[in-house]
């Protein structure tokens, strides 16, 4: 079973053993990935500048690496709505699906139907909820309106949502259609951090969000946490189909 897998790495800083090696580390991943059952694409950006890449501009599916696009896009809608993340979403109980991961489900069952925005963007970025997701997702527009919001603040079209939790349970290949690039996301990472996370104080509660997220920590950050960094991530995996595993970090 052929296997796709991206990995996003943004650093804010590296050793100075590191300077200028950037080439060296680009061959060794070059050699690390040689002959794996696998499509990899790798991205790494290091102060803000310099930036290692394997296939960092083809396309892979985000899987859940998307709820952090989209929750950008709901920052932009409290934002430009005078909002704030105090305020109440109402859903029915028809958008808590059971045939998908959903913590949030499984804690209050469908007796609750509303919560704060803080609250469903906690669910969908640290505990990775699917349905959370779906419910803000609803909130923005669906697919075109969370598209036209990232166009609006500037995130990549190489960067796409194009489809729900709900779409990818119903049919496992709707998965590949959000997708982007590992440079392209990296990038976004790193506007993020140096930029964005400082726009708003919706902006600002993601930052911490991605801090505390609890999913993915046996892979990309396992080898980080035993250090002092701080890390903000979110990690996605996919769905087994007859052609492949997906896989983002």
């Not at 804010?12 to 950037?22: K, R, V």
């Not at 709505?81 to 991961?101: I, R």
């Not at 140096?194 to 911490?208: F, L, P, T």
Request: charge should be positive; hydrophobic fraction near 40%; aromatic fraction near 8%.
């Amino acid at each position: 079973m052929r296997k796709l897998l991206f990995i996003i790495i943004y650093l804010s800083f590296i050793s100075p053993a590191f300077a200028g090696g950037n080439k060296a580390i680009e061959n060794a991943l070059q050699e690390y990935i040689k002959g794996k059952d696998a499509r990899i694409g790798i991205a790494i950006i290091i102060n803000g500048k310099d930036t290692v890449s394997v296939n960092g501009n083809r396309d892979f599916p985000m899987m859940s690496v998307v709820k952090f696009p989209l929750a950008l896009t709901v920052a932009n809608w409290v934002d430009t709505n005078n909002m704030s993340l105090s305020d109440t979403v109402t859903f029915s109980g028809k958008s808590l699906k059971e045939d998908t991961y959903s913590p949030m489900l499984k804690k209050y069952g469908k007796s609750r139907n509303a919560m704060t925005v803080r609250e469903l963007l906690e669910w969908s970025l640290v505990e990775s909820d699917n349905n959370a997701a779906d419910i803000l997702l609803n909130c923005v527009g669906g697919v075109s309106g969370a598209t036209s919001k990232m166009r609006q603040i500037g995130i990549s079209d190489e960067i796409v949502i194009g489809a729900s939790e709900e779409d990818m349970h119903r049919d496992p290949y709707l998965s590949y259609l959000n997708r982007t690039t590992p440079l392209a996301m990296a990038q976004l990472f790193d506007r993020f951090n140096n930029e964005m996370r400082n726009a708003s104080q919706s902006y600002s509660e993601i930052s911490v969000m991605l801090k505390q997220c609890r999913t993915g920590l046996d892979r990309l950050a396992l080898p980080l946490l035993p250090t002092n960094a701080t890390i903000g991530h979110k990690t996605g995996t996919g769905f087994p189909t007859p052609r492949s595993h997906i896989s983002s970090k």
